[in-house]
């Protein structure tokens, strides 16, 4: 039941009245195609945000999503503002160089989020712009890359990013508290951030996670307990592997981003809309997602299955030594951050595809593993079970979490990044 509504979700939002990427593709022409900077780019700033910075990824979505809705702005200007602008469309006539506007915007905004990297970004500038032939092509396009960036570095300043919020730390059943082994308690700023789309962080507020003495708690609890549990002997081998291939920081999905863009042929104003679609949708559905776990403060599974005894459902057992798969993280249960985050990323996927058939890997090395999706609700399916498999999340946090993260992309859909008529 729950992966046919994920299918029926991630479809509706590919193929009604939302999709307005129904048009064909124009593809790339052949293989002696420049190099899309949109996917450089966006590899460059992977090692920004993830190699050098080491930035969580609920602290990623929010790097990536100024990056790309800068260069999705410089890109489209040139192509003569064929959709909708996200924040500015600079002035231009479409004689400049998209290679260096997309160089630029990312550059800048890299430059600002990460000032200590500035030689490293500062050589991967030049480099990009060394391939460009000099001349005014490509100082208009440096214009053009320089004001969409320093649009988006505005709009974000003061936009309540790694601000002193903390999380609540309860004493009661059913209230969060730091978990073992680490104790961490980290991210409780991330649901007070501005969104780059939806109007309000709270604008998708479920009804929270169910009473603890319902049957429906009883029922998740029981199912991570048996399958979540580091010594389950019910998970199989690839249920285990695919726990892991989820919960590596070094999130696979930023990559198939890329991947798909090189698959399906996209040309450089088709990867930048859609990679601003996914990582935008993906920063404002963590955004929600965090705050809703602000609003719910739920314990996690480990500390519900150790201290069982209190409350008070009599279908519930309490044992004070289980641990799970993974490390639970530094925060709240209620919702799935990552369930938020993988529904906005592949059901915006679907929406600017049209379809949910598309094939597309991602390689772990925490898992050691590839894991192989024939289409994008099969993917999002996967990470609602894998984070009971992992111990780390009921289902039902994981089941609310795509849901909002599904609700993010509709809002984006009918309201940013159209064709302009």
């Not at 998209?98 to 480099?127: C, G, I, K």
């Not at 048996?226 to 010594?231: Q, R």
């Not at 599974?301 to 993280?329: R, Y």
């Given at each position: ?13 590919a193929v009604a ?12 022409s ?36 100024m ?29 400049e160089?998209?290679?260096?506007a997309?160089a630029t915007?990312a550059?800048?905004?890299?430059d ?46 003061n ?12 004493t ?7 978990a ?7 991210g409780?700023w ?8 939806i ?7 479920t009804?929270?996670p ?8 009883a029922?998740?609890f ?5 399958i ?6 019910l ?5 285990t ?28 104003l ?7 679609m996914?990582?935008?949708a ?24 150790q ?11 309490a ?21 938020c ?34 289409g ?27 849901k ?5 992309t ?12």
């Amino acid at each position: 039941m729950l992966k046919s509504w994920l299918r029926r979700k991630v479809v509706w939002l590919a193929v009604a009245g939302v999709v307005a990427a129904g048009s064909p593709f124009a593809y790339a022409s052949d293989s002696r195609t420049p190099a899309n900077a949109v996917i450089v780019w966006d590899g460059n700033a992977q090692t920004a945000i993830w190699d050098v910075a080491g930035q969580q990824p609920q602290v990623q979505a929010r790097s990536f999503a100024m990056v790309h809705g800068a260069v999705y702005d410089a890109a489209n200007a040139i192509a003569g503002t064929p959709y909708q602008p996200y924040l500015i469309a600079p002035a231009a006539n479409g004689a400049e160089s998209t290679e260096a506007a997309v160089a630029t915007a990312a550059f800048r905004v890299l430059d600002a989020l990460f000032p200590a990297q500035r030689a490293r970004l500062t050589t991967q500038y030049d480099e990009s712009l060394a391939t460009i032939p000099d001349g005014a092509a490509k100082r208009r396009g440096i214009t053009v890359g320089a004001q969409a960036a320093d649009a988006m570095i505005a709009a974000r300043k003061n936009d309540g990013a790694f601000g002193s919020q903390t999380w609540t730390v309860g004493t009661q059943p059913g209230q969060w508290r730091p978990a073992p082994p680490t104790y961490a308690s980290d991210g409780a700023w991330v649901g007070h951030v501005k969104p780059f789309l939806i109007p309000s962080a709270s604008m998708f507020r479920t009804s929270g996670p169910p009473s603890l003495t319902s049957p429906r708690y009883a029922r998740d609890f029981n199912e991570v307990k048996t399958i979540g549990s580091a010594t389950s002997i019910l998970r199989t081998a690839d249920q285990t592997q695919a726990a892991i291939w989820w919960h590596d920081r070094h999130l696979a999905e930023w990559g198939i981003k890329r991947q798909l863009a090189t698959t399906q042929r996209l040309n450089t104003l088709q990867t930048a809309r859609m990679f601003a679609m996914a990582d935008l949708a993906e920063a404002d559905a963590t955004i929600a997602c965090f705050n809703e776990k602000a609003a719910w403060s739920f314990w996690r599974p480990v500390t519900a299955i150790q201290l069982a005894d209190t409350d008070g459902n009599p279908d519930t057992v309490a044992d004070p030594d289980w641990m799970p798969l993974l490390v639970t993280p530094p925060h709240p249960d209620f919702t799935s951050g990552h369930a938020c985050f993988t529904a906005a990323s592949m059901s915006a996927l679907a929406y600017f595809f049209g379809r949910d058939d598309i094939s597309f890997s991602g390689y772990s090395a925490d898992s050691g593993t590839t894991r192989h999706f024939r289409g994008f609700s099969q993917a999002l399916a996967e990470v609602v079970d894998a984070r009971v498999w992992g111990g780390i999340h009921t289902r039902t946090a994981d089941v609310q979490g795509a849901k909002i993260g599904g609700q993010v992309t509709a809002y984006m859909a009918g309201h940013y990044f159209r064709p302009k008529r």
